[in-house]
């Protein structure tokens, strides 16, 4: 399997241009990649469970995070946002769910594919709209 097929790099367009944004963004990325490496290595259920249950708490933590910034820079997608990251939040215990029902497979690594994409798209999509929101303002404090 070629690695930059399963691999998203971090690179500067995905910046946030908020330092403790990007550090969580750049290691919830690192886990995505280790999970995603994980399922097509063929690790025991044990071991890919224990990862997607350790990026599931990072993640509710950083959405968490977020919308607290989000709020105090009085960001007006608040609560859009703050929706959207609900939606994940259930989408991806939905994907854990089913993982704990089913054995590795082919399957699981599209599920994978298809978390990192989610996540990959919402960074793009959503968080880059407040970053546009902060440029003019420059970097909050
Ligand atoms: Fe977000
Ligand atoms: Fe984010």
Redesign the pocket.
């Known amino acids: 399997m070629e690695k930059s097929e399963w691999e998203i790099a971090w690179s500067d367009y995905l910046s946030v241009g908020v330092p403790e944004m990007d550090d969580e963004h750049r290691q919830f990325i690192a886990r995505v990649n280790d999970l995603n490496k994980a399922i097509i290595e063929s690790e025991d259920k044990a071991t890919v469970e224990r990862m997607m249950g350790l990026m599931l708490m990072e993640a509710a933590h950083h959405?968490w995070h977020?919308e607290e910034l989000l709020a105090r820079w009085k960001y007006p997608e608040t609560a859009a946002?703050t929706a959207?990251?609900a939606e994940l939040t259930a989408q991806f215990e939905r994907v854990m769910k089913e993982f704990a029902l089913s054995d590795i497979s082919f399957v699981w690594a599209i599920k994978g594919l298809h978390l990192k994409q989610l996540l990959v798209e919402?960074?793009l999509k959503?968080?880059m709209k407040y970053r546009d929101f902060l440029r003019p303002q420059g970097a909050p404090s």
């Open positions: 959405f977020e946002h959207k990251h919402h960074l959503e968080d």
